[in-house]
T-cell receptor, first 115, second 109 residues
Framework: DTAVSQTPKYLVTQMGNDKSIKCEQN?????MYWYKQDSKKFLKIMFS???????INETVPNRFSPKSPDKAHLNLHINSLELGDSAVYFC??????????????FGEGSRLTVL | DAKTTQPPSMDCAEGRAANLPCNHS???????VYWYRQIHSQGPQYIIH???NNETNEMASLIITEDRKSSTLILPHATLRDTAVYYC??????????FGEGTQLTVNP
C-alpha cells in the first residue's frame, strides 16, 4: 500500500480554470503538508495541517485553498489557474507537527501544467 | 533558517563510498541538519538527520563537525539506485523544510 498517495499524477488545464489535487496518507500521522517544486527544482512548503487545523501558511496566494476533511486527507484546491502555477505539487505527512519530527514522508507528486 | 551550500554535482563508482559535503556556517545551536534525496520524478525521501552527534542508520551515516558548520553524508557502498539529488537542509523542527539546489550524485558502474 502506498503510504502517501496523490491524485491525479498529471493534470493539464487551461488558464483560469479551477482544479483540485487530492492527498491521502495511511500512516496514521497527525500532520500533512503541501510542497511546491518549481521549474528550477526548488521545493518549498506551502501549507501544513495538524489534526485538520492549519498551522503553516507560507504566503501562498489565496487562490490556493487547502482543505483537510480528516487527518488522513489534505486536498489542494486552486482557483483561477495561472501559468506560473505550473509545477509539481508534493503532499507529505509526518507523525507530529510544530515540533521536531525528523522525517517527512512524501507522495509521488502531481505535475500540474497550465496552458 | 541557516543557508546551506552543496556542490552541484558529484560522481561515485558503484560499490565505493559516496561522501557528500554540506556547509552550513550560520547554523544556530538548536537547528538540526537533515538530509533528503530525490530520485528522478519521485518524491523526496528522508535519509537521516542530526543535531550535534554523528548519526548512522541503515541508509547512511551523518558526520557533523564539532563546530557544526559543516557536515558530510556518507553512503558506505553506493549502488546505481543511489543516483539522485541529495539535499542538505538546516531547520529547527523538520516541518518547515526548504530544499535548495542540492547535489546531483551520479553512481557509475
Amino acid at each position: 500500500d502506498t503510504a502517501v498517495s496523490q491524485t491525479p499524477k498529471y493534470l493539464v488545464t487551461q488558464m483560469g480554470n479551477d482544479k483540485s489535487i487530492k492527498c491521502e496518507q495511511n500512516l496514521g500521522h497527525d500532520t500533512m503538508y503541501w510542497y511546491k517544486q518549481d521549474s528550477k527544482k526548488f521545493l518549498k512548503i506551502m501549507f501544513s495541517y495538524n489534526n485538520k487545523e492549519l498551522i503553516i501558511n507560507e504566503t501562498v496566494p489565496n487562490r490556493f485553498s487547502p482543505k483537510s476533511p480528516d487527518k488522513a486527507h489534505l486536498n489542494l484546491h486552486i482557483n483561477s489557474l495561472e501559468l506560473g502555477d505550473s509545477a509539481v505539487y508534493f503532499c507529505a505527512s509526518s507523525p507530529t507537527g510544530g515540533v521536531h519530527t525528523g522525517e517527512l514522508f512524501f507522495g509521488e507528486g502531481s505535475r500540474l501544467t497550465v496552458l | 533558517d541557516a543557508k546551506t551550500t552543496q556542490p552541484p554535482s558529484m560522481d561515485c563508482a558503484e560499490g565505493r563510498a559516496a561522501n557528500l559535503p554540506c556547509n552550513h556556517s550560520t547554523i544556530s545551536g538548536n537547528e538540526y541538519v537533515y538530509w533528503y534525496r530525490q530520485i528522478h520524478s519521485q518524491g523526496p525521501q528522508y535519509i537521516i538527520h542530526g543535531l550535534k552527534n554523528n548519526e548512522t542508520n541503515e541508509m547512511a551515516s551523518l558526520i557533523i563537525t564539532e563546530d557544526r558548520k559543516s557536515s558530510t553524508l556518507i553512503l558506505p557502498h553506493a549502488t546505481l539506485r543511489d543516483t539522485a539529488v541529495y539535499y542538505c537542509i538546516v531547520e529547527l523542527s523538520g516541518s518547515r523544510l526548504t530544499f535548495g539546489e542540492g547535489t546531483q550524485l551520479t553512481v557509475n558502474p
